[in-house]
C-alpha cells in the first residue's frame, strides 16, 4: 500500500500459486435410471465407453489430457485505488468509547495468471481466466478499544468480454463435463458479488485473541455467443455452459492467537465451507508461530 493525502492511498496485489490436481470419474451407468437402458446398454457403455483403456483411448483421440498434475502459476494483479477514514466517538463523560472506520476501494484487475487449459481434464484459472475486470469495495468497521472489532462489507467484480478460440462447447445439452468438440465463442463471465461480517476480540483473556468471519460469494451466469461460422454455430450449445456457469460459496474463518510473552506467539486457523454450489468445498487448518528476538 502507498499512501498519498486525506485518507486516500494506492494498493497492489498479487501473488503465486501451487495446486495439484488427480482427476477421477465416476462411472454411475450401472445406476442410470433415465433413458429407458436396458441390462445390455449398461454391459455395451461400461464395456466400450467406461473402462479404463477404452476411455484413455477416447480421450486421446479428441485430445483430452485426463493425467494427473501439478502447476505453480502467478496469480492475477489488482491495483486499487482506496480510501480509508476513521472517526471517534466519546461518552457523555469525555471517554473514548468507539473508533468507526469506513473503507471504500475501486480497482482494475489485471489478468495475470494462468488461463484455463481446454485440453486438459480439470485445469483451473489461477485468476479470472484472462479477463480483465474492475472491482468496487465498500467496509464499515467498529472498533471498541480494549474490547471486540467488529465490521462487515461487499464488492462487486465485473469482467469485461473476450473472444475464444478453440473451446470445448457441448453439441447436446445431454452431454456432460467431456466435450469433444471445439469452437470459437465469445465469452463475458459474470459478475462476482460478495458479502463478509466478522469480528476480533483481542485479549479477552490475558493474552488470548480471537477472530471469525463469514464470506458469501456468488458468481453470476456467463454469457457466451457462438463466433464460428453460420453452419457450426447451429451445431453448438452454449447455454449448458452458461447455465453451469453459475456458483456461489458459504465460507467461515476462525482462529485464536495466544501470545505466551511479548515475544512468543501462537496461532491457529480454520476455514471451512457451510454450502456451496459448484465449488471445491475444502477444509484447510493453519498454525502459527511468530517470535523476536
Not at 79 to 96: A, F
Not at 153 to 175: A, H, K, Y
Not at 207 to 218: C, D, E, Q, V
Request: glycine share 10%.
Amino acid at each position: 500500500q502507498v499512501p498519498l493525502v486525506a485518507g486516500f492511498g494506492l494498493s497492489f496485489k498479487g501473488g503465486f500459486c501451487y495446486y495439484k490436481q488427480f482427476p477421477t470419474f465416476n462411472d454411475q451407468t450401472a445406476t442410470a435410471t433415465e433413458g429407458g437402458f436396458s441390462n445390455t446398454d449398461i454391459t455395451l457403455t461400461t464395456t466400450n465407453l467406461m473402462e479404463k483403456q477404452q476411455f484413455d483411448a477416447i480421450a486421446s483421440e479428441i485430445g483430452l489430457n485426463t493425467d494427473s498434475f501439478s502447476k505453480t502459476a502467478a496469480e492475477d494483479a489488482v491495483v486499487e485505488l482506496y480510501w480509508n477514514g476513521e472517526l471517534g466517538m466519546d461518552d457523555v463523560d469525555g471517554h473514548h468509547i468507539l473508533n468507526i472506520k469506513p473503507f471504500l476501494s475501486a480497482g482494475v484487475v489485471i489478468p495475470a495468471g494462468n488461463k484455463k487449459d481446454p485440453d486438459k481434464a480439470f485445469s483451473l484459472p489461477t485468476g479470472s481466466d484472462g479477463f480483465w475486470a474492475l472491482s468496487a469495495q465498500a467496509d464499515l468497521g467498529f472498533d471498541f478499544p480494549e474490547s471486540i472489532e467488529l465490521g462487515f462489507g461487499g464488492g462487486v467484480t465485473i469482467f469485461e468480454s473476450d473472444l475464444r478460440t478453440n473451446q470445448r462447447v457441448p453439441t447436446s445439452l445431454t452431454q456432460q463435463s467431456i466435450y469433444p468438440w471445439k469452437a470459437k465463442i465469445e465469452k463475458r463471465p459474470g459478475p462476482v458479488w460478495n458479502l463478509h461480517a466478522g469480528f476480533k476480540a483481542k485479549d479477552f483473556i490475558q493474552g488470548l485473541s480471537f477472530y471469525g468471519n463469514f464470506i458469501y460469494t456468488k458468481h453470476e451466469r456467463d454469457r457466451i455467443r457462438m463466433k464460428d461460422t453460420a453452419a457450426r454455430n447451429a451445431v453448438f450449445k452454449p447455454r449448458k455452459l452458461e447455465d453451469e456457469s453459475a456458483w456461489e460459496s458459504k465460507m467461515f474463518n476462525l482462529g485464536v492467537d495466544f501470545q505466551v510473552t511479548p515475544e512468543l506467539t501462537f496461532g491457529f486457523g480454520l476455514q471451512s465451507p457451510f454450502t456451496g454450489k459448484r465449488v471445491y468445498r475444502t477444509t484447510t487448518l493453519m498454525g502459527s508461530l511468530r517470535f523476536s528476538i
